[in-house]
């Protein structure tokens, strides 16, 4: 939310300029302007928006802006990977937990003791001796009081199948945490599963496997379905289609949340992600004004980044990702980084050569894309550019946010009055810049190593 007059004022005189002729006025200006720019953010963060929360008639204004400047801009509609009219329809299933009961040696154990998360509606174990316990459907784990139990947890959620965990009362308070997370359900795309999901259920108990003799489980789950949009357009190329530059960002965000005092509750996402979003837009229109690209331009703005990234899985099944020559995902830009004003910072700058080489395009220029200055916040695996990277692609998120000090991430306050516009705009020139050769088809990044990329859990 805007909190002053003067910035009310200023986004009122943004927006009667560019309103004042059709279209915007975009199309009347040449090469990224400020003031496009700024009229493009200023929407997307706008209170009228609702903080575009995924599955809000909101996100479908965002959308329907998105594409509209796509279409204006003269991109066409991406055929060949299920997209309509600019947009990528999808579906994503939301599994609730409705009913958890356990009885382990003849005991039932508390509700506040146990947690599930599956992806099965129900489930049902019976085990009536220790000499069953091998034969069950499921299997039987313990951690101890000197286990780490978040290392344990990973591994079974990568490998899928259903497990029981018996934990020590040592690791309660993590515990909680991990209760509360699956009691809100997971969120899972529809119809991709393939039989590889599984079940998790956790006993808060200082029982081991050995002190097991018989059980019985009883859980249901409710599953609901969800549709969301993708905003997906191409520009053809020219001489090299079959080659594609995908440039995208997440134009979701969190939505409203209650507020027990009164205070603002619109959580407006300006920096996370409709700085990123714009960025896209105005690159699309930059580079349909050439109109000289090689390769084809594709320009994605994904929903659903904020609950999983689903928005992105879905697409990355649409086509061939071995197609995709690199990924630019465009994340949270709209404020100066350590590096100064207008600098950029990209993840996994070691796992591809795209860097190098968009530093040469650069050099000239007396700027430099760094690497990723927070190694230790796994960025490379929380933004879109995973689903991608996970295929090979040279898939890379783009930004200038500092995490470490940046006192509005995920908060209301992340409005457009909390943006640097100028070191925003100056980004977005810098990486048009750096990403021409690969818009002119003369430089070819080195893939990803997929095996050296970690895996997506099946379970949550």
Known sequence: MIRTLSARLLLTSIFTLSLSTPSFAYHATQGITLAQVTADVSYLASDELQGRG????????????IAKRFEESGLTNATGISASNFLQHYEITKITPMQLSLTLNGKDVAADKLAIASTAEMLSWHVDSKANIAKANFTLHTVSKGDDMRVTLGKLNQQGGQHLVLLNSAHADLFKRYQSYFGRGLTKLANTDNGKGGAIVMVLTDLTTVQVNNLTLTAVNIKSSHELNN?????PGKSKPEEIVLYSAHYDHLGVKNSQDGSDNIYNGADDDASGTAAIINLAQHF????????????????????GGFGSKYFSKQLDPNKITAMINIEMIGKPSKFGAGSIWMTGMERSSLGEQLNNALAK???????????????????????????????????????????HYHKASDDVASLDLKSLHKVIEALATATQPLVDGTITPSRIDVNKVKGKGLIY
């Open 54 to 65: 995924n599955f809000s008639a909101e996100l479908g204004q965002a959308a329907d802006y």
């Open 231 to 235: 905003v997906v357009a191409v520009l």
């Open 365 to 407: 220029t007396g700027e430099q894309i760094h690497q990723d200055p927070y190694p230790e916040q796994g960025l490379f695996y929380r933004s879109d550019n995973a689903t991608l990277a996970r295929l090979g692609v040279p898939a890379h998120s783009f930004s200038s946010t500092q995490l470490d000090k940046d006192q």
């Open 288 to 307: 349909a004004k050439q109109g000289k690209n090689e390769r084809t331009l594709m320009f994605a703005a994904f929903s659903a980044e904020e609950i």
